[in-house]
């Protein structure tokens, strides 16, 4: 994920996977500055969340403060530029309907738990931050699921990039609530 | 008053050698002036003859136990310019490499010797004899150490070249072939494949892979349409490289890579005339080749690696 990252470092309108989205790079000037916002503020929330989350019992410290990194970063920057340049997404609708969604999902999953742990609700907090998590996480099963499909059918990038939107975040969702059920029994 | 002395040297030398220069370029120039107008009273023979022949431009066959055997087939375009008393000149292209040649005109038998440069390690002397529309012969290397083949038969029909935009790869004739598609016979990825036999053995089987085209390349065309991004998202880096080459194949580019070379050189309409059309291009075609080049750049680095 740093390398991709890396990537975009110096800052430049059209490396990687900007080189396929100059349409909406020279039309829409706000575009470059958002897709910019998202590529450098999900790095944190992504290493900020991966802390609080595996770092909770006996950490408090670091728990909180990385915690509150996750939520400020993803609520703040995180989600809404995703949510704006899911619908530019490349794909058509099957792709852009999954992107967006899964922006609001994440905004609003965190949202939930903060507002839980501010009422102390600590299992309600875990659960809500482990699905916004999941939804974080795609970032990296989205692109994983790529390499392997592209592996076993080459099919065409599009093609593969409506799939692996969905591919992205459900299994993710799925697999938490699985795991949310398992704790409550 | 030395050093006075040697600046009034120094400017003196300066200003003569400058005039010197400026003597010889002058003198050159007229050199050329005169050139030119021998070149423009020279006079001209057989300007019927003058164009383009394409063809064959295959290895001598050798004879082996199973017959006849041609080892390397290639395909060579001649251009003739200019005939005069005493010169022939012109160029021949094969696989991009385009050669200059000079060379003589046999009234009687019809027959020409031309030559080429030498400063080439491919370089050779043709001998190719004139029929109607046909240029018939051979070509053998200077050095024949050198090359892969040193003696080689040439049979070229004459053909016109003009730039057509509307030129396609036909969808019918690759349907009247084995394969539906066009596909890279020259990039072959080999893979290594395994399987479990009845007695529980592991047996490995090499395998290679080519990549096919789609049907886009067909339909879409560079030299007609604007491109945009999300006419092209879609398509596979070869459909890409088909596409944009197709431009080039349009304006009689003779390709030096033979992934290219194979889709146009069994088109009906293909003359390879030139090593370097860029300057021929419409401005159209430039902005599409543009964003074909920028997205194939995509397809190479992105397609199958960790990320979008």
């Given at each position: 994920m ?13 490396v ?10 020279t039309?829409?000037p706000?575009?470059l500055?958002?897709?910019y ?5 999900s790095?944190?929330?992504?290493l900020?969340?991966f802390i609080?989350v595996?770092?909770d ?8 403060f ?9 609520l703040?920057?995180?989600s809404l530029?995703?949510i704006?340049?899911?619908?530019f997404a ?5 792709a852009?309907?999954s ?17 839980e742990i501010?009422?102390?609700n600590?299992?309600r907090h ?6 916004s998590?999941a939804l974080?996480v795609?970032a990296i ?11 076993l059918f080459?099919p ?5 990039y409506?799939?692996i939107?969905?591919l992205?975040w459900i ?11 398992k704790?409550?029994? | 008053?030395?050093?006075?002395n040697l ?7 300066t200003?003569?050698?400058i005039?010197?220069k ?5 003198e050159?120039k ?14 001209e ?13 295959n290895s001598?066959?050798?004879a ?11 395909k060579?375009?001649?251009k ?17 490499n385009?050669r ?10 019809l027959?020409f010797?031309?030559?080429?440069p030498g ?6 002397r043709?001998?190719l004899?004139?029929?109607?529309d046909?240029?018939v012969?051979?070509w053998?290397?200077y050095n024949k150490?050198?090359v892969k083949s040193?003696?080689?038969?040439v ?14 790869l ?5 349907e ?20 479990v036999?009845?007695e529980g053995?592991?047996e490995?089987?090499?395998?290679t ?15 007609k349409?604007?491109?945009a ?9 070869l459909?890409?490289?088909i596409?944009r080459n197709?431009?080039f194949a ?10 290219y ?8 309409w293909?003359v390879p ?6 300057a021929d291009?419409?401005?159209l075609?430039?902005e599409?080749?543009a964003?074909l080049a ?10 199958d690696?960790?990320?979008?």
């Open positions: 740093l390398n991709i990252t890396l990537d975009y470092v110096p800052i430049a309108s059209d990687s996977f900007l080189m396929i989205k100059q349409t909406e790079v039309s829409r706000e575009y500055p958002i897709f916002i998202h590529v450098y503020s790095i944190f929330a992504l900020a969340g609080a595996f770092f019992k006996n950490l408090k410290y670091l728990h909180r990385s915690g509150r990194i996750y939520v400020f970063i993803t703040a920057f995180s530029s995703g704006y340049i899911g619908i490349n794909g058509g609708w099957t852009k309907v992107f967006v969604l899964l922006g609001i999902l994440w905004f609003y999953t965190t949202c939930k738990s903060y507002s501010r009422k102390k600590i299992a875990k659960f809500w931050m482990w699905r998590y974080a795609s099963t989205l692109r994983m699921w790529k390499v392997i499909l592209v592996y080459q065409n990038p599009m093609d593969i409506q799939v939107a969905w992205g299994p993710n969702l799925l697999l938490v609530e699985y795991l949310i059920k704790q409550n029994r | 008053m030395k050093t006075l600046i009034f040297a120094s400017a003196i030398l200003v003569s050698v005039s010197c400026k003597e010889t370029k002058s050159e007229i050199k050329a002036d005169s050139l030119a107008s021998k070149k423009e009273v020279e006079q023979f057989h300007k019927d003859w003058y164009g383009i022949y394409t063809g064959d431009f001598k066959p050798i082996t136990e199973y017959g006849n055997e041609i080892e390397e087939y290639k060579i375009s001649v003739i310019n200019r005939i005069t008393k005493d010169s022939v000149y012109g160029y021949s292209v094969v696989n991009g385009q200059p040649f000079r060379g003589i005109l046999n009234e009687n038998t027959g010797v031309l030559d080429e400063s080439n390690k491919s370089d050779g043709f001998q004899k004139i029929k109607q046909s240029l012969g051979d053998s290397a150490s050198d040193p003696e080689k038969t049979k070229l029909i004459r053909k016109e070249f003009a730039y057509n935009p509307n030129f396609m036909s969808k019918k004739s690759y009247e072939s084995d394969y539906e598609n066009p596909v890279d016979w020259n990039g072959g990825k080999v893979k290594t494949e395994s399987y036999t009845d053995k592991t490995t089987y090499e395998n892979f080519y990549r096919s085209a789609s049907d886009k390349v067909f339909v879409i065309n560079a030299s349409q604007k491109l991004e999300k006419d092209l998202k879609n398509l596979r880096k459909d890409l490289q596409i197709t431009v349009r304006h009689g580019y003779s390709f030096k890579k033979a992934t070379r194979q889709f146009f050189e069994n088109t009906d293909y005339v030139s090593n370097n059309v860029d291009l419409s401005p075609e430039k599409n080749v964003l920028r997205l194939e750049k995509y397809a190479e680095d992105h397609y690696t960790f990320g979008r």
